[in-house]
């Protein structure tokens, strides 16, 4: 069964060009997760959707970041325009709530950008 | 806010040699506990993780870790260590939504011969 892909794995772009990642979930998933990853903050979660919806996007460092999930299949963060600060991997992670017992969270391999 | 802190950076354990990696979470009720290994250049896998029930937790890779709520603690333990498991590992609980997890910093492993 394939796990959760995630496209373009490496991305280098020029300050204030437009970026776009894209991640598939692992199909009958719920609950999708975008996360961020730098040597400084670690594993930051950007934001997460249940059945396509945003539950919380508190995560999300500005006005310059947005993410859509249009079906259960696909989702993408958008980051517009990009700056250096940007550089860092971003992983999208799916999963299924199993009620009481909890959820198991799979990540992608993470798509890494560099903002030059 | 439930989180976790990872209180070493760095560890270095020869080949073969026992490892123990800490994690401390804060939590008032009882947490939902990970543990992710996170090789170079590749995402996130789950290593194990505790819901609640026998506080000894059996993981891939021949990983355990045990919860101990009088030390707030949920450690890795590896009884021989393998040169490949360095890596980066991650402690995690469930946050507040209930759903998304909150990380620790991690802690880098090397492996020596």
């Known amino acids: 069964d394939a796990g959760v892909i995630q496209s373009p794995r490496h991305e280098v772009t020029e300050m204030g060009q437009e970026v776009t990642l894209r991640c598939k979930p692992i199909?009958?998933?719920?609950?999708l997760f975008w996360y961020r990853q730098t040597m400084m903050r670690g594993l930051e979660l950007l934001i997460y959707?249940?059945?396509?919806?945003?539950?919380?996007d508190s995560g999300m460092p500005e006005d310059r970041f947005s993410a859509k999930m249009p079906n259960a299949s696909f989702s993408t963060l958008k980051i517009q325009p990009s700056e250096p600060r940007d550089s860092a991997v971003y992983f999208c992670?799916?999963?299924?709530?199993?009620?009481?017992?909890?959820?198991?969270?799979?990540f992608g391999e993470g798509s890494w950008l560099t903002v030059v | 806010a439930q989180s976790v802190t990872q209180p070493d950076i760095h560890i270095t354990v020869s080949e073969g040699a026992s490892l123990e990696l800490r994690c401390n979470y804060s939590y008032g009720a009882t947490p939902y506990l990970f543990w992710y290994v996170q090789s170079p250049g590749q995402g996130l896998q789950l290593l194990l993780k505790y819901f609640s029930g026998d506080t000894l937790v059996q993981g891939i890779k021949g990983f355990e870790a045990e919860f101990k709520r009088s030390q707030s603690s949920f450690n890795l333990r590896k009884p021989s260590v393998h040169w490949s498991d360095a890596a980066e590992y991650f402690c995690?609980?469930?946050?507040?939504?209930?759903?998304?997890?909150?990380f620790g910093k991690g802690t880098s492993l090397l492996v020596t011969p």
């Open positions: 959707f249940n059945n396509n919806v945003p539950i919380d």
């Open positions: 992670a799916s999963s299924f709530r199993q009620g009481r017992t909890g959820n198991t969270i799979y």
């Open positions: 199909s009958g998933h719920d609950y």
């Open positions: 995690a609980v469930v946050g507040n939504s209930g759903y998304a997890l909150n």
